[in-house]
């Protein structure tokens, strides 16, 4: 039953990356799947992906290779017809992700996109002739934030979180994951109700409305949002007890931050800084630095046998833990 569920999940994949009359050319590529996160397609340029901290080629065969020798090139046509597959032939209903650079699949996969801009009035009304695609696949890690759960709380409170990292490092699956353990609850704390802002889709990566990535049963989702307008109206309609958001920085963000944290709401946010003594140097972040908003600040980062990390306390003053 297992081996025929898996099939079942690598079929389901297969048909939304690619057409079914395209498969086999990738056969190598689904049968490393859960090793792959990248897959870069470039216009007459070698197809190259990317896993398990390497680069490798797919084969005109469809076989996986460490050599640039025979391997798949993908000519303007062929990435013509595969954004037909990930519009389902209506790129019209996808517009609006198109002109931000990218495309939200079932099942959380992200294609970036680049290519040629039509700019109108100083921003971007979309883009044609895609030259350029970044195939992110979506690997849940669930469990990857239980460690961390016994530092969370206090009393009866999800403390005020940050994740702080270097891009590729995990910070936006860590906060996918305390998202989805918050929300969830366990025998020891009940679980709370959570609004994610998720601007980008790639927390939940919602299809059509629907989290195609587990966030927990008491989530709600404000999908492809910016952020400031996303705070203002959960914190309006939605009463939560936990507003999550990925990448903070602005002076507007800042500030509403402070504001949910008056009116008793916790706070899971992420922002980019290689390490704690870059984030407390960089001067972008010295108002929220100011603030004190924050009771713990994550540090992640990425190493090949997983993630690494400290936490710093406010009210310790220190790091307090290694892991």
């Known amino acids: 039953m297992e081996i025929q569920r898996n099939r079942e999940e690598k079929i389901i994949h297969e ?6 009359k395209k498969i086999k050319e990738w ?3 689904f049968a490393s799947f859960d090793e792959i996160n990248e897959i ?3 216009v007459n340029q070698p197809v190259l992906l990317y896993g398990k901290g390497r680069e490798s080629y797919i084969t005109l065969e469809g076989e996986l290779s460490q050599s640039e020798k025979d391997c798949k090139k993908i000519s303007a ?3 013509q017809e595969l954004m037909q597959h990930w519009c389902q032939n209506s790129r019209y209903a996808y517009e609006q992700q198109i002109k931000r650079g990218y495309l939200t699949l079932k099942r959380g996969h992200r294609v970036g996109l680049c290519g040629e801009a039509v700019v109108k009035k100083n921003s971007i009304a979309t883009l044609k002739y895609i030259s350029s695609v970044n195939i992110r696949i979506a690997h849940e890690i669930k469990g990857v934030s239980l460690p961390l759960l016994p530092y969370l709380y206090e009393k ?3 403390k005020n979180i940050l994740i702080l990292s270097e891009p590729g490092a995990g910070k936006t699956t860590l906060l996918r994951d305390l998202i989805r353990n918050i929300s969830q609850g366990s025998k020891e704390k009940k679980g709370r109700t959570v609004s994610l802002i998720d601007e980008r889709k790639e927390i939940a990566a919602c299809y059509q409305g629907i989290p195609q990535l587990d966030v927990g049963m008491r989530t709600d989702v404000l999908d492809d949002c910016p952020k400031v307008c996303g705070m203002e ?4 309609s939605m009463s939560p007890g936990v507003i999550a958001v990925d990448e903070i920085g602005g002076k507007k963000e800042i500030k509403l931050l402070k504001q949910m944290n008056k009116c008793g709401c916790s706070i899971l946010a992420t922002v980019h800084a290689s390490c704690l003594e870059d984030f407390w140097k960089k001067k972008r ?3 929220l630095k100011k603030e004190e908003i924050f009771d713990l600040i994550i540090e992640l980062t990425k190493k090949q046998d997983g993630f690494h990390g400290r936490i710093w306390d406010r009210e310790e003053g220190k790091i307090c833990w290694l892991y």
């Open 15 to 20: 048909d939304i990356l690619f057409p079914a």
């Open 27 to 29: 056969k190598g590529l």
């Open 40 to 42: 870069r397609l470039r």
């Open 77 to 79: 046509q062929e990435l």
């Open 156 to 158: 009866n409170r999800v």
């Open 233 to 236: 109206m959960v914190l309006r």
């Open 285 to 287: 972040y010295e108002k």
